[in-house]
């Protein structure tokens, strides 16, 4: 057998931290390494994997339109992106009438701040502290977290950042220059903090008045991750862009931004080659629909209770704090994560971090309550091990 990990040392351009193993195979809440080694993935290829790694639905769908049609420039119409958009719309927030599709969180991102500025003619925007919406430059400017950003400066201009859940610090920096406010409802990377309702409903209020739009970056918390298909729907919310990726086509690149009639489309000005390819449509038909028949949003809910009940009932004394919405989990830890996640590693857990000090679980939706308790047992002991 060739050593994996080393090729990859050798010939993968050094950007990602690694865990040292090769993860080969995946089915619903499970992986394996090269070495036969099961893992439960409380990863999930970082949120997406939310009807499990390798569904049988989307399996097929694949296959059915890889032998009808892989690939298909957005300047002509296709069938399979068609009834794609028409499903997407269709669970969307009711204002919601239009998806412009691309290939991942990033881009959606980008689209949305392109779409934004088109809209408005205004140039700046207004995004979360410890808020994350990307890697590229578009992106990166709104997303807070200064290491990732200092290397790579000058960064987009206009884009300013403020406390998370504190609605006087942004209405402060909302001015006539304003195109957008740009927030996730759970802020996921930067540590699982959940946005509350009062302070999205003087957000959305105060973006009315002044003319801004209201940008949702459910990228992470789209597609039932947090007990409903979207988190704005627990706050009853109604973005005017809402950027999705990630468990949007049951594991295949795809990413979309959601718009009222409130953006205007910059027809000719914006636009990607892959975006919209009928192979991740057909893959995101499946994935919705799987969603939709298995009250996918009921089991995250469901599920994600069970698990921080179990957590709870064995509270080690270096966990400051439990949050969680559905199935988008974070223990605050009064110390650093990572030596937790590489021993869970060790007793078959894979989990991740967000931020320094929270340990993050994104389990498959459709992770089993065994698994689970597997999983919040291993827990418990990496925990307590280390007090
Ligand atoms: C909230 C949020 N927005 C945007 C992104 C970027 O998505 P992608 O990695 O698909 O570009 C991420 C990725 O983790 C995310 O969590």
Not at 4 to 22: A, S
Not at 81 to 92: H, P, T, V
Not at 149 to 171: M, Q, S, T
Not at 221 to 235: E, L, P, S, V, Y
Request: overall charge neutral.
């Amino acid at each position: 057998m060739k050593d994996f990990k080393n090729l990859e040392k050798i010939y993968e351009f050094d950007v990602y931290p690694k865990r040292d193993m090769v993860l080969v195979r995946g089915k619903n809440a499970k992986v394996w390494d090269s070495n036969g080694k099961e893992y439960i993935d409380c990863v999930a290829g970082h949120g997406v994997a939310n009807i499990g790694h390798c569904n049988d639905r989307v399996i097929e769908a694949i296959e059915k339109q890889a032998r009808q049609l892989i690939s298909c420039t957005g300047t002509f119409y296709n069938d399979t992106r068609a009834l794609l958009l028409e499903k997407l719309i269709g669970i969307a927030p009711k204002n919601l009438k239009r998806a412009f599709l691309c290939n991942s969180g990033a881009e959606s991102i980008e689209a949305a701040i392109k779409f934004a500025r088109f809209t408005t003619r205004r140039k700046e925007f207004v995004c979360g502290m410890r808020g994350f919406h990307g890697r590229t430059m578009g992106a990166l400017s709104a997303t807070f977290t200064p290491e990732y950003r200092k290397d790579f400066e000058p960064i987009v201009a206009g884009f300013h950042y403020v406390p998370f859940n504190n609605f006087g610090k942004l209405a402060e920096n909302v001015n006539d220059n304003t195109a957008g406010v740009i927030l996730e409802p759970v802020q996921g990377e930067g540590g699982v903090n959940i946005g509350n309702r009062e302070y999205f409903t003087e957000v959305r209020r105060l973006c009315e008045e002044r003319k801004v739009l209201l940008i949702l970056d459910e990228v992470q918390t789209g597609f039932c991750r947090t007990g409903k298909m979207f988190a704005c729907n627990h706050f009853d919310l109604e973005p005017d862009i809402m950027c999705v990726a990630k468990g949007i086509a049951g594991g295949l690149p795809m990413g979309a931004v959601l718009c009222s009639d409130k953006v205007q489309a910059p027809v000719g000005k914006h636009g990607s080659t892959f975006g919209g390819n009928p192979l991740s449509c057909a893959a995101a038909i499946a994935a919705i629909d799987y969603m939709l028949e298995n009250r996918l949003e009921e089991q995250a809910s469901e599920k994600g209770d069970y698990f921080v009940g179990k957590l709870k009932s064995s509270l080690p004394a270096n966990v400051r704090e439990i949050r969680h919405l559905g199935l988008m989990v974070g223990i605050e830890l009064k110390e650093k994560s990572t030596p937790h996640i590489l021993k869970l590693i060790e007793k078959g857990v894979l989990t991740l971090p967000a931020g320094p000090t929270v340990l993050r679980f994104l389990p498959p939706l459709t992770i089993s309550h065994e698994e689970l308790d597997f999983v919040a047992e291993k827990t418990a002991q990496v925990l307590t091990a280390n007090n």
